[in-house]
C-alpha cells in the first residue's frame, strides 16, 4: 500500500490563503509545473532556495509514493526587462553586450544552472521545456484566446484584454489585487503603447527589424510574451487543469494572475488546484540586490570566494540551511547560521554514521520509534514543515547518542524501523549527499589519518626499521605535510 494512503499532507494554496488537504486530480499522481530560471544570467542564490523547496517537496511526494510528472521550464525568449511588457529581451541584451548569439547566451547559463543544481544534489524534472521549443503551443494559445474574445491584435502585437476579462472572471484572485485598484495605482499612458488599457499585457509583441530572436506568425515576425510561454507548457503536459504550480513569491503578481488569465479565458477553467509561493533569500539581514552589493552568487558561496563569509561551504551544508526554514519564511543567509548549520549537520551525520553498529536489546526504552516516526511525517505533512522535521531528527540522534553510551536501549526490530526513517528523511527527503560532506569533516579526518601514519612511524622507529620511518617522512613531505620531531612527540604542519 502506497504511503500516501496512511498520511494526510496538507498545503499552504496561496489562492485560499489556507492549509488545505491535498487531494490529486488523478489518484496516486501528481502533477506539478515550477516556473523555470530565465537563462541570461548565472542563476541567482534567492531562484536556488526557490527551486531547492521544490526539490524537497518534489521528492517527499515521490516518498510518499505518488508517481510525479514535475515540469520546470527554462525561459530562453520573451522575458522582457523589468518584467514589464515594454524595453528589451533579458536574453537579446545580453547577447548583444557579449557579442555573441543569443542562443549561447542560453547555453552557456542553461550548463551554469544544472552545474550548480547537479552540486546541490537536486532531482532533474520529469521534463523541462523551452520557451522556444513551444513557439506553435503558443501561437495556438493566442489564437483561441482572440477567438474567445479576450484578446486583441494592434499593429502585429496581440495584447490580454485585461477589463473585458475580469468581467466574466476576477482577475487578481490570487495575489489579492483588485483591477480597480490596479487602474487607479497606474500612471497614464504615455502614448508610446499600443495597449488599450495599461493593465493588459503582451501576448504576442512585433519584433523591431533589429530584434534577432524572431518567429512567424499570423501576426507578423514576432516573439511570445514571458507570461504565455508556462500557459502553453503547462498545459501540455500536465492538462488544462492539474494538481501544484510553484514559483518565487515575486512570480504571483503578474506572472502567476496572467497564467491564471490566459487558462481561464482560453478553456474557462482554472489552471491549477494548489498554488504554492516560496520566500524571498535574504543575505545579512537584507535585500539581496546588485546595485548595493549585498549579493553572493552560488559559486562564491560554494568556493569561499566572497567577502560575504569567512570560509566555503560544501553543498550538504548549504541544503541543510535551506531546510532549517520553512519554504514559506523570509530566510537570511548569515555566516554563522552556515556555521551552525554546519555543527548541526555533523552531529546527524554522525549519528547516521554509528547508527547501524549500535548494539540491540531485548526490549526499547527511553523513545517510542513509532510515534517519533509518525511525527516525522507529521511535520513533512503538514505543508512540508521541514524545520520540525529536523527538531525530530535531532530528537532521535539524541536517543542514538544515548544508546551508544548505554544510557537507553532498543531493540532490534525497532533499530531496523529507527535507521530506515532516519535515513529516508535524510537522504531521499531532506536531500542531503550521504559523504562526509564539510570541509570541518575533512579536515578532521585528514588530521586522524596522519597521527595515524605518526603512530606508525613511532613503531616503525622502535623497531629499527628506519627505511620505513623515513619513506613515511619523505612522502608526507612531498604531498606537503612535514613532520617535526620533538620532545613532546610528533607534530605537523601542512602547507
Ligand atoms: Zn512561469
Not at 505518488?66 to 522575458?79: C, E, M, P, Q, S
Not at 489564437?143 to 495584447?159: L, M, P, R
Not at 494572475?257 to 488546484?273: F, L
Not at 531493540?411 to 535515513?423: G, I, V
Amino acid at each position: 500500500m502506497p504511503l500516501y494512503q496512511d498520511q494526510e499532507l496538507k498545503i499552504y494554496n496561496s489562492l485560499s490563503s489556507k492549509k488545505e488537504i491535498f487531494k490529486p486530480i488523478n489518484e496516486g499522481c501528481v502533477g506539478m509545473y515550477v516556473c523555470g530560471p530565465t537563462v541570461y544570467s548565472n542563476v541567482h542564490l534567492g531562484n536556488v532556495r526557490t527551486f531547492m523547496s521544490f526539490d524537497m517537496i518534489f521528492r517527499y511526494l515521490k516518498h510518499l509514493g505518488y508517481k510525479v510528472r514535475y515540469v520546470r521550464n527554462i525561459t530562453d525568449a520573451g522575458h522582457l526587462e523589468n518584467d514589464a511588457d515594454e524595453g528589451e529581451d533579458k536574453i537579446t541584451k545580453k547577447a548583444r553586450l557579449e557579442q555573441i548569439e543569443p542562443m549561447e547566451v542560453v547555453q552557456r547559463y542553461t550548463v551554469d544552472f544544472h552545474n550548480i543544481l547537479d552540486i546541490l544534489n537536486f532531482l532533474p524534472p520529469s521534463i523541462e521545456p523551452t520557451a522556444t521549443g513551444h513557439i506553435i503551443e503558443q501561437i495556438e494559445l493566442i489564437k483561441n484566446i482572440i477567438g474567445k474574445g479576450f484578446a486583441y491584435e494592434v499593429d502585429g502585437s496581440v495584447y490580454f484584454d485585461v477589463h473585458k476579462f475580469n468581467t466574466s472572471y476576477d482577475y487578481g484572485k490570487l495575489s489579492k489585487r483588485k483591477l480597480d485598484d490596479l487602474i487607479h495605482n497606474t500612471r497614464t499612458l504615455d502614448g508610446q503603447s499600443d495597449k488599450k488599457n495599461p493593465q493588459d499585457f503582451a501576448l504576442w509583441k512585433k519584433a523591431e527589424p533589429q530584434h534577432i530572436m524572431r518567429w512567424p506568425s499570423p501576426w507578423g515576425d514576432g516573439f511570445p510574451g514571458w507570461h504565455l510561454e508556462c500557459t502553453a507548457m503547462s498545459t501540455k503536459y500536465l492538462g488544462e487543469t492539474f494538481d501544484i504550480h510553484g514559483g518565487g513569491m515575486d512570480l504571483k503578481f503578474p506572472h502567476h494572475e496572467c497564467e491564471i488569465a490566459q487558462n481561464e479565458a482560453a478553456v474557462g477553467k482554472s489552471p491549477v488546484n494548489y498554488w504554492m509561493h516560496a520566500n524571498m533569500l535574504e543575505l545579512n539581514g537584507q535585500r539581496m540586490s546588485k546595485t548595493t552589493g549585498n549579493t553572493i552568487n552560488p559559486n562564491e558561496l560554494l568556493s569561499g570566494n566572497n567577502d560575504k563569509m569567512s570560509k566555503a561551504y560544501s553543498p550538504n551544508a548549504i541544503r541543510f540551511f535551506m531546510a532549517q526554514s520553512s519554504y514559506r519564511s523570509v530566510l537570511d543567509l548569515t555566516d554563522d547560521g552556515l556555521k551552525a548549520s554546519e555543527k548541526g549537520l555533523n552531529k546527524l551525520l554522525e549519528a547516521i554514521a554509528i547508527i547501524d553498529k549500535l548494539i540491540t536489546s531485548k526490549t526499547s526504552e527511553g523513545f517510542d520509534i513509532s510515534t517519533w516516526r509518525q511525527r516525522c511525517y507529521d511535520a513533512m505533512n503538514d505543508d512540508f514543515n521541514s524545520p520540525i522535521l529536523i527538531a525530530e531528527l535531532f530528537n532521535a540522534v539524541k536517543y542514538i547518542n544515548q544508546i551508544k553510551d548505554g544510557t537507553a536501549h532498543i531493540s532490534a526490530e525497532d533499530l531496523k524501523l529507527l535507521s530506515l526513517t532516519f535515513n529516508a528523511f535524510i537522504f531521499d527527503i531532506l536531500g542531503l549527499k550521504k559523504e562526509a560532506s564539510t570541509t570541518e569533516d575533512n579536515t578532521h579526518k585528514l588530521n586522524s589519518t596522519i597521527e595515524i601514519l605518526i603512530k606508525l612511524r613511532a613503531e616503525a622507529r622502535a623497531n629499527k626499521d628506519f627505511a620505513l620511518s623515513d619513506q613515511i617522512r619523505d612522502e608526507l613531505l612531498a604531498i606537503g605535510i612535514q613532520l617535526k620531531d620533538g620532545k613532546d612527540g610528533t607534530l605537523f604542519s601542512t602547507n
